[in-house]
């Protein structure tokens, strides 16, 4: 009996390590297939108030959990702080700015008339973030604050955001919750150690945002690793009964890296969100499918069938909107950053007394294009699996 106990945990032991070293290798081959270009520098932050023209420009605040760098020009580092920091970067957008896409300051001078270009760059205390984004939030009522994912620098988040503001025309002021990520591909598991890290951080900085006079409603939008961290920090406003700030929430997970039960266990805490939470997926995301393989072959939530009775019943009963996105051309070869170029539908989500929009009900959709053009674009899961 003893025998055969060892060698089934063995068998265990083996099989696991099997899958973890699968992931790894899944990962590194993605890194080869995605390194088109390198990956942007610090000193692409570095403010040039020379370049300020009469064209489009984008502030985006931030709110960090990294260290700050020295000097403070350089921004943010991939260490941890216990203390949050709080900056501003004004961004000029280029003329020639294509939809979905970050035309980066590669060279030593920025050309704005080309490239996004920072033209002023801020550290801020606390009391300062308060007081720029609720005068900020006066006109509209809304704020966003987008949560980056797993493999991403700082400035790769600050730009992010600003093309993301600049494709949607979605009125609010755009914040970046910018966690600890080490930017580096074979770096998962002490990403995942720094998210934990930062859930306090994002927690405060969502009861900090909801509590603004002038923010009547904030879009939490989190991506990939983000998700996992975005839905840790739904989870702690719920165990702390901060009910009046979950209410201002509109949540939007984006191929969120979430093990399944995970998202479940999580979800039976925070309640049901008013307007419903949705959750992006898609089957063919290469970078879930690295996770899955190293977290034991568990499904992740960004990667839930749609075309499952039971995953729909359970999403309705959840009061989770799952959105099928596969349809959509990805800015990556992992498929696994769809969300960039969803303009379209992202000022639908600006007004959730909409009663009658598709994205207002539990339940499942499909996101429809012809080539890069949307037509229809939302088809009920069932519907679209009858034809």
């Known amino acids: 009996m003893d025998q055969t106990v060892s060698t089934g945990t063995t068998e265990t032991a083996a099989r696991e390590a099997g899958n973890i ?16 270009g390198g990956r942007p520098e610090t000193r692409v932050i570095y403010p040039h108030p020379q370049a300020l023209t009469d064209q489009k420009t984008v502030t985006v605040y931030v709110a960090t959990s990294r260290e700050q760098a020295s000097p403070p020009v350089k921004g943010f580092t991939t260490g941890r702080s216990g203390e949050l920091s709080y900056a501003a970067f004004t961004i000029a957008i280029p003329p020639n700015h294509v939809p979905g ?34 005068a900020e939030a006066k006109a509209s009522g809304r704020a966003s604050l987008f949560v980056h994912g797993f493999n ?17 025309d979605v009125s609010g002021v ?98 049901p969100l008013s307007p419903p939470l949705l959750v992006m997926v898609s089957a063919d995301d290469r970078a879930l499918q690295a996770s899955s393989l190293i977290q034991g072959n568990h499904v992740r939530a960004g990667q839930l069938d749609i075309t499952d009775p039971e995953v729909v019943a359970k999403a309705r009963e959840k009061n989770v909107l799952l959105l099928d996105i596969s349809s959509v051309s990805s800015s990556d070869a992992l498929n696994h950053s769809r969300y960039v170029n969803l303009a379209a539908i992202y000022p639908q989500l600006e ?3 909409e009663a009658t929009s598709p994205l207002r009900s539990a339940g499942a959709l499909i996101f429809n294009t012809v080539g890069n053009t949307i037509s229809a674009p939302f088809t009920l899961a069932g519907e679209a699996l009858s034809q």
């Open 152 to 168: 991403v620098n700082f400035q790769e988040g600050v730009f992010r955001l600003a093309q993301l503001t600049a494709d949607t």
């Open 21 to 36: 070293f699968r992931g790894l290798v899944l990962l590194l081959a993605l890194a080869l297939l995605s390194a088109c």
């Open 351 to 353: 007004d959730v007394d």
């Open 174 to 271: 755009p914040v970046l919750f910018s966690w600890p990520s080490q930017g580096r591909l074979l770096d998962y598991v002490t990403d995942k150690d720094s998210a934990t890290f930062s859930r306090d951080g994002l927690t405060d900085v969502l009861g900090q945002m909801t509590r603004l006079s002038n923010v009547r409603s904030v879009t939490l939008f989190g991506h990939s690793m983000g998700g996992w961290l975005t839905m840790e920090a739904l989870r702690q406003l719920a165990l702390k009964g901060d009910r009046a700030a979950l209410k201002k929430l509109n949540v939007i997970l984006a191929a969120p890296d979430i093990d399944e039960d995970v998202f479940n266990a999580q979800l039976d805490v925070v309640g």
């Open 101 to 134: 896409q970050i035309e980066w300051p590669y060279s030593a001078i920025p050309h704005p008339e080309t490239e996004f270009t920072v033209v002023k760059h801020v550290m801020m205390t606390r009391a300062a973030f308060d007081s720029a984004v609720n």
